[in-house]
């Protein structure tokens, strides 16, 4: 039996406090990514991000798009017309759930369907109190009363 170590346990002895976000990402490794619909990740600057999803022949009322606990999923439930004889049918229009796990930092700005491409804005927001400040060295006897 072959045991699968651990790629992020290399990171371990260098952080603190990343524990949860380490086994995330690890857990992320078995998923098998559907190729269902096609779509976009575009980083537009250092803090906005669009996620694009082609779907063409889809309408916003085919589809769900839901934060929970930072994982963004967008599903379709799509009920299957049995009055359509097609000749060819090469548009998929089909069910499917597609998710992407975010930073607990991303927040999600709009969604919006124009023209079988549905763009969901997305925000990296740092909490002021997270932003990067200059620590001022106190005296030891500072450290010792407090």
Same mark, same amino acid.
Request: no cysteine; charged share 25%.
């Given at each position: 039996?072959? +045991?699968?170590?651990?790629?992020?346990?290399?990171?371990? %002895?260098?952080?603190?406090?990343?524990?949860?976000? +380490?086994?995330?990402?690890?857990?992320?490794?078995?998923?098998?990514? %559907?190729?269902?619909?096609?779509?976009?990740?575009?980083?537009?600057?250092?803090?906005?991000?669009?996620?694009?999803?082609? +779907?063409?022949?889809?309408?916003?009322?085919?589809?769900?798009?839901? *934060?929970?606990?930072?994982?963004?999923?967008?599903?379709?439930?799509?009920?299957?017309?049995?009055?359509?004889?097609?000749?060819?049918?090469?548009?998929?229009?089909?069910?499917?759930?597609?998710?992407?796990?975010?930073?607990?930092?991303?927040?999600?700005?709009?969604?919006?369907?124009?023209?079988?491409? +549905?763009?969901?804005?997305?925000?990296?927001?740092?909490?002021?109190?997270?932003?990067?400040?200059?620590?001022?060295?106190?005296?030891?006897?500072?450290? *010792?009363?407090?």
């Amino acid at each position: 039996m072959t +045991l699968i170590q651990n790629p992020f346990s290399r990171y371990e %002895p260098f952080t603190v406090g990343f524990d949860r976000a +380490l086994r995330r990402l690890d857990s992320l490794s078995d998923v098998k990514t %559907p190729s269902y619909p096609p779509y976009n990740i575009v980083q537009v600057d250092d803090d906005n991000y669009i996620v694009e999803l082609a +779907l063409a022949g889809f309408t916003e009322q085919d589809l769900s798009v839901e *934060l929970k606990e930072q994982v963004l999923t967008v599903t379709s439930s799509v009920e299957k017309s049995e009055e359509t004889n097609y000749v060819h049918h090469g548009i998929a229009k089909r069910n499917f759930t597609r998710s992407f796990t975010l930073a607990d930092t991303i927040e999600v700005v709009t969604a919006a369907m124009t023209d079988g491409m +549905l763009r969901i804005k997305l925000r990296n927001v740092i909490p002021e109190h997270k932003k990067s400040r200059k620590i001022v060295i106190g005296e030891r006897k500072q450290l *010792l009363t407090e």
